[in-house]
């Protein structure tokens, strides 16, 4: 499937082609420390102080084609986060996403339906098209905790005295402790790559009956008797159910991963793995998102339940006191006022109209 230059569209009202602005300029500095609607910059100034508060992971206040919007560099969870903070809004609920063209579109979401080439290209009033795949990050599984079976990197405690131990073979990378004194080696084997404790302690090394696990460092004897594993979490205590073996505690707040710009934020698309996207109807718009080179989030400048504003006038202080920069007000005079249309597109091409 041939996707069209990125370098222009066609316009929605007159059928003639139209520039998304000049390429390369400069990027403006910052005259005043005055608030941007204040000074009332010229309209390049303005999207370019935007465009170095997204590269710098911020927030933005700005006019799209339908609607005043928080913007933010849709790549970056930490971001984007952000905005349901500001927006008190729940994260179960998903975000638009705009691009600069279907070139942009192209590489964040995994197929395009044909039929979404030509709604694009001759819809007249903004389009929000929600497509089933979006290219997201690959998540990390989390690690098992089961003490059932040794796996990888496990430490193996030596038998109790008296008891023999059974023959059961640690798993690879294995870390095999010297039988207790006076016993006989069980006749089992370590496995591939397993390392051997010896039987007799190194100097200043810990107390512990237990061997230490690989990557360990010895800790003094006034420290816990039970070894560090490899991977464990600093603080946190071994399981009674499996000696040695560190659990990591939960943490207060959710981790999350360093934006990368070849995939999506998780948490910017639906949990179906679908994702909500429109090219916007402004070449002012359009052309700072080309010179960002990513999506950029595009959700309604309120709080979440309340009215959404049409104009600058509507958005409540507290909105406008949380975003890192404010895009001229004077700029919405290219918006619509009225939210856009939304359609939800299989790759059969079956189209579901959510609103009109």
């Given amino acids: 499937m041939s996707r069209p230059s990125g370098s222009s569209r066609p316009s929605r009202s007159s059928g003639s082609s139209r ?29 370019g102080e935007a465009l170095r508060v997204l590269r710098e992971g911020g927030v933005i206040l700005y006019p799209t ?6 913007g933010c560099d849709a790549t970056d969870p930490a971001a984007v986060e952000r905005i ?23 590489r964040y979401v995994k197929a395009i339906p044909d039929i979404a080439l030509d709604l694009v290209e001759v819809n007249d009033r903004p389009m929000t098209i929600i497509y089933p795949d979006a290219v997201v990050a690959p998540s990390t599984p989390a690690p098992s905790s089961s003490p059932s079976t040794p796996g990888l990197d496990a430490v193996v405690a030596p038998s109790a005295p008296g008891l023999s131990s059974p023959p059961s073979t640690p798993g690879l990378d294995a870390v095999v402790a010297p039988s207790a004194p006076g016993l006989s080696s069980p006749p089992s084997s370590p496995g591939p790559d397993a390392v051997v404790a010896p039987s ?19 800790a003094p004897s006034s420290s816990s008797p039970s070894a560090p594993c490899l991977g464990a979490v600093p603080g946190s205590s071994p399981s009674p159910s499996a000696p040695g073996a560190a659990v990591a505690p939960v943490p207060a707040d959710r981790a999350l991963p360093r934006p990368d710009r070849r995939f999506l934020a998780a948490n910017a698309v639906a949990a179906d793995g679908s994702v909500g996207i429109r090219i916007p109807l402004m070449p002012e718009l359009c052309d700072m998102i080309r010179r960002f080179g990513r ?38 005079s290219s918006s619509t006022g009225l939210a856009s249309q939304i359609l939800k597109l299989s790759l059969s091409g079956e189209v579901q109209i959510l609103r009109m």
């Fill in 65 to 70: 084609d339908t609607i005043w919007g928080l």
């Fill in 295 to 332: 999506p950029i989030v595009s959700t309604s400048a309120n709080v979440s339940g309340e009215p959404s504003p049409r104009v600058f006038a509507d958005i409540p202080d507290s909105i406008r006191g949380a975003a890192d920069y404010i895009v001229d007000p004077s700029l919405e």
């Fill in 200 to 218: 007799t302690p190194a100097p200043g090394s810990s107390p512990s009956p237990y061997a230490p696990c690989l990557g360990a460092v010895a």
């Fill in 84 to 106: 349901f903070r500001i927006k008190a809004r729940p994260e179960a609920k998903s975000l638009v996403l705009l691009v600069s063209d279907l070139d942009m579109l192209a």
């Fill in 19 to 47: 520039a998304f602005g000049p390429s390369g300029s400069s990027r403006p500095s910052r005259s005043s420390s005055a608030p941007a609607h204040a000074a009332a910059p010229s309209p390049n100034a303005s999207w």
